[in-house]
Structures are given as structure tokens and as C-alpha cells.
């Protein structure tokens, strides 16, 4: 039995493949420090992941980040995380957790706004968090996938994100 309510939630105006990743600069966060990056700096590099998902500590990101975990998604592209979460918070999530990312630290939510994804909290006045959402972006800043949750809770195609992955990798 579910102990939780199934949520519709409303559309967005989200950035769609083929078009540029809204940049931003935030806390980035690893098991040892953070320190402020842009998106643009890590797809500069190559190829992105870019994850957004519920506060740390709620079923839904402990359940995504297990899953990318261990599909080892780390050790084949750059894997990042973004939420509302604290950088302290996102720290002891990557420890507990054994995540092979990095954490994008936006207790703002500002970049959820950007990307047109913000989900307000029922029964939380002025409290919202990022829909959870994927977007693979390549070294260019253009966005090759996306997938943004229609309901609450939500999960991504993992396998369609893979093949995604692969596809950019090929």
C-alpha cells in the first residue's frame, strides 16, 4: 500500500532538446569541499548530466541517486545534482550515499526557476524545490535530452536516459 498521495503537477516551460542549457553558477559540491562553478565551465569540458532533485533526505532523491549509482553513469560522463539542499546537507548525502557526483547547491531555487521547473510544497508557504528533471547537455551548452516529472512522486526512464548517454558518447 502507498502511504503517499500521487500528485499531478502542472505544466512548464522548460528548455527543451536542441536548445541552449540556461547557465548558472552555484555551490558545487563533493565529499571533501565546494566551491562556486558554472555549468558552463563543467560541459566546456565535455558532456553533462545534470540531475535536479528533491531535498536531500526525501525517498525520491535517495531512490534516483542509488539507481545512477549504480548504473555507474560517474564513470562514463560528468554527473551533477542540483537542489535546494545546503552544501553540509549535500556532503553527507554523497558520503552516505556513495555518490559519484557532484551537488549543485541552490537553497534559492533560483535555478529551478531558470529552467522553468519549480515545484512549490503543498502545506509549505514560500517553500518550493526543483521538479525532479534530467537534462543531458553536450560540450557545446545544447541540451541532446530532457525529462521533467509530471507527477509527484516521479522517476525518470533510466534506460532512455542511458541510451541518451550512449548516444552522445558514440
Not at 14 to 30: C, K, M, Q
Not at 106 to 111: A, K, L, R, T, Y
Request: net charge negative.
Amino acid at each position: 500500500m502507498v502511504d503517499f498521495d500521487v500528485v499531478e503537477l502542472g505544466p512548464t516551460d522548460h528548455p527543451s532538446v536542441g536548445e541552449e542549457a540556461p547557465d548558472f553558477t552555484r555551490p558545487l559540491v563533493n565529499d571533501e569541499y565546494w566551491e562556486d562553478a558554472s555549468l558552463s565551465e563543467l560541459y566546456a569540458e565535455g558532456p553533462v548530466l545534470l540531475v535536479f532533485h528533491t531535498m536531500d533526505g526525501a525517498f525520491p532523491s535517495t531512490y534516483v541517486w542509488n539507481e545512477i549509482r549504480d548504473r555507474g553513469w560517474g564513470d562514463r560522463i560528468e554527473v551533477v545534482g542540483c537542489s535546494i539542499s545546503s552544501p553540509y546537507e549535500h556532503k553527507t548525502l554523497i558520503e552516505e550515499r556513495g555518490i559519484d557526483a557532484r551537488l549543485f547547491s541552490d537553497p534559492q531555487n533560483g535555478v529551478a526557476e531558470r529552467y522553468g521547473i519549480v515545484n512549490d510544497l503543498d502545506g509549505m508557504a514560500g517553500v518550493s524545490e526543483p521538479r525532479p528533471a534530467v537534462f543531458l547537455v553536450d560540450g557545446e551548452g545544447t541540451i541532446r535530452y530532457a525529462w521533467v516529472a509530471s507527477e509527484w512522486p516521479d522517476f525518470p526512464d533510466y534506460d532512455e536516459v542511458e541510451e541518451a548517454i550512449d548516444s552522445l558518447a558514440a
